[in-house]
């Protein structure tokens, strides 16, 4: 058997030699046309600035800052590093000033990329807290910074190191460089996002790639030829290993951005076969399919109506039918066959009518040959997945952490069961342990452990917080899971984030989160009461729809803060939660929300959100600490 590859430059190699001719990124010129790079020439760049970075000073070992968003020039710094037997510590350009330089100083960084003028400011103005930091390489705007900077720090363009690695250049020594990695040599540092405190170095080897990419395709058969259509960012874990998947598929990446209105126009040009993406966008498309829906009115919107229903109906029937529904404890698959053909038969006319009426031109937004997108980086509301489901769109909805590099689970493209993360990637060992650490059968729930080869090294200068959750080749997940019978996953919590209300019930917050979420009125929520005798919740509410409410029914008010406290916007709201979160809805009287908070400004990423859009709870209860003990007062 042929001995595979064993660091991500090699494998990136095999694959420029088999797929020369091939483009692997799409990315936009000045006109926001998109132009290709084929595999071949794409190589000699990297090749290329990986001398010049040599020259600079890069070698085996060495920790390169890459602080920057989603463009080619990124992969191209990646895989030089890594050519070079380096180590690239990514952050985004969406993070502050103190978060980059607490990065660049923890991780012993003496070079770093910054994407723009703005970035390169920011490390600046940090100088005297970087004394490691030694050149700073800008993709843009470096002229401009050379003649404010008067610090220590050398700054080069990206051109300049381009044009310095054709100078002398040897691509014997390249060569050599990508031959001497092996599989244990740590490729990244990847800082979490802090959801719980300070972000910690997670060191990730080639191994954990090379793991990954072995099995992921049974799960997401990405292929030669297919385009994804790239909008996450690409310093996280996520995004990082859908990048190199994509590679070494011999697949090509189109570059746009996780707005609206770039993203949608974008996947008209390119057509894109995938769309990774985390849940908030999914959520986001749906919320902007319902808007639409309502300013049409009249017959288009009872007819949306009735068609989302009908394919949620549809959808339901379908899954007992192929046998796609969760099963934690044995059930008659013979009988869920009986129970749902004759719906099926029925429901099946006016499902192909809805596709024809309604569902049809959301799939020509996509681009026209759309095969599934991939939801990673949180969980997928239920309602968003039963929408898409309804509309005749696969979403697979993937699973892991940052230590784990991340792949543990996803669903199935040719098994994709519901409301599940899917079963792990093969050879992944999984555990469900109760807090006595006793292993519970399926159907019972408790925190997920994980032992894999793809698991982190553990935490750069944190031996202390690597002991806390990887112990004997176990990493605890902190997520709170139950088993199916069938080996799937399905992940209803973080362990960290229970709520113990003062009468001793334990509350998960995102399933109620989510429900919330279900109200187009209701944009985001955090259910709050630790320690308290009841529940109470954030709610960023969506501004336009409560101005609409206002204007119908004559609301006068000056500020958003006086619309957000009117009695009638208060009672409104207080229906819609309500209306949501009881008994008949599945939820304990405990789980109620008895009291909320209208925000007057939406959360922010870097600051009350991670860059997944994930809640920073730890950030959100010291900067609102007066309004949460109001709401129990």
């Known amino acids: 058997m042929e001995q595979k590859p064993d660091t991500f430059p090699k494998r990136y190699r095999a694959v420029v030699a088999k797929y020369p001719d091939t483009p692997v990124t799409l990315s936009k010129d000045d006109a926001g046309e998109f132009q290709p790079i084929s595999f071949k020439d794409f190589s000699g760049l990297v090749d290329t600035f990986a001398w010049g970075l040599h020259k600079l000073g890069v070698e085996r070992g060495t920790h390169v800052g890459i602080i920057a968003d989603n463009r080619k020039e990124w992969l191209i710094t990646d895989l030089a590093v890594l050519s070079l037997g380096g180590i690239d510590v990514p952050r985004g350009s969406d993070s502050t000033a103190d978060e980059i330089s607490y990065i660049l100083a923890h991780a012993d960084c003496p070079i770093s990329i910054a994407e723009n003028q703005a970035q390169a400011e920011k490390i600046l103005s940090k100088e005297k807290e970087l004394p490691g930091l030694k050149a700073l390489i800008l993709y843009d705007g470096a002229e401009e910074t050379k003649k404010k900077s008067k610090g220590s720090i050398k700054i080069h363009s990206f051109q300049e190191i381009m044009e310095s690695g054709k100078e002398g250049f040897d691509q014997k020594y390249i060569d050599d460089e990508i031959e001497k990695g092996n599989s244990d040599e740590i490729a990244t540092l990847i800082y979490t996002s802090g959801t719980t405190g300070e972000p910690k170095g997670v060191m990730l080897s080639h191994r954990s790639y090379n793991f990954q990419i072995d099995r992921i395709y049974r799960h997401v058969p990405i292929a030669h030829g297919h385009i994804l259509l790239s909008v996450l960012p690409i310093w996280h874990s996520f995004e990082r290993v859908v990048e190199y998947v994509t590679i070494n598929a011999g697949a090509t990446l189109a570059y746009s951005k996780p707005i609206g209105s770039i993203m949608i126009p974008d996947m008209g040009k390119v057509r894109p076969h995938w769309l990774p993406s985390v849940p908030r966008i999914w959520e986001g498309v749906r919320s902007a399919v319902y808007k639409n829906a309502k300013k049409a009115g009249g017959a288009k919107k009872v ?55 309604v569902f049809g031109k959301l799939k020509k937004l996509l681009g026209g040959r759309f095969i599934a997108g991939v939801s990673g980086g949180g969980a997928l509301p239920s309602y968003v997945d039963h929408f898409f489901q309804a509309a005749g769109i696969l979403l697979l909805e993937g699973y892991g952490l940052t230590e784990t590099g991340p792949v543990i689970s996803a669903r199935m493209k040719d098994h994709p069961v519901t409301d599940t993360i899917g079963p792990p990637l093969r050879d992944i060992e999984t555990l469900v342990l109760d807090k006595e650490g006793a292993v519970l059968p399926p159907g019972k729930k408790g925190v997920l452990y994980v032992k894999s080869p793809q698991i982190m090294d553990g935490y750069y200068k944190r031996q202390d917080a690597t002991d806390e959750v990887l112990k004997d080749g176990w990493l605890n997940t902190g997520d709170i899971a139950i088993m199916t019978i069938d080996g799937e996953i399905k992940i209803l919590g973080r362990a960290k984030e229970t709520i113990v209300l003062l009468g001793g019930e334990n509350i998960e917050p995102v399933p109620i989160e989510d429900k919330l979420c279900e109200s187009p009125v209701i944009q985001l929520a955090m259910v709050l009461g630790q320690d308290k005798k009841y529940l109470a919740a954030f709610i960023v509410p969506d501004y336009e729809l409560i101005e609409e409410y206002a204007q119908k029914n004559e609301i006068s008010y000056i500020s958003r803060d006086e619309l957000l406290t009117n009695p009638e916007i208060q009672e409104y709201v207080h229906d819609e939660i309500q209306g949501l979160v009881n008994q008949k809805s599945g939820f304990k009287h405990y789980e109620r929300i008895f009291r909320f908070s209208l925000m007057p400004e939406a959360f922010e990423v870097g600051k009350e959100l991670t860059h997944t859009l994930k809640i920073r709870r730890n950030v959100v209860n010291k900067l609102y600490h007066k309004k949460i003990e109001a709401l129990f007062q």
């Not at 229903?309 to 013979?334: D, Q």
């Open 303 to 357: 007819l949306f109506s009735f068609f989302v229903g009908v394919g949620e109906s549809y959808a339901v029937m379908n899954n007992l039918f192929k046998g796609l529904v969760p099963r934690f404890s044995h059930r008659s698959r013979s009988l869920d066959k009986i129970i749902s053909i004759i719906p099926l038969i029925l429901l099946t006319p006016l499902k192909l009518l809805g596709d024809l009426l």
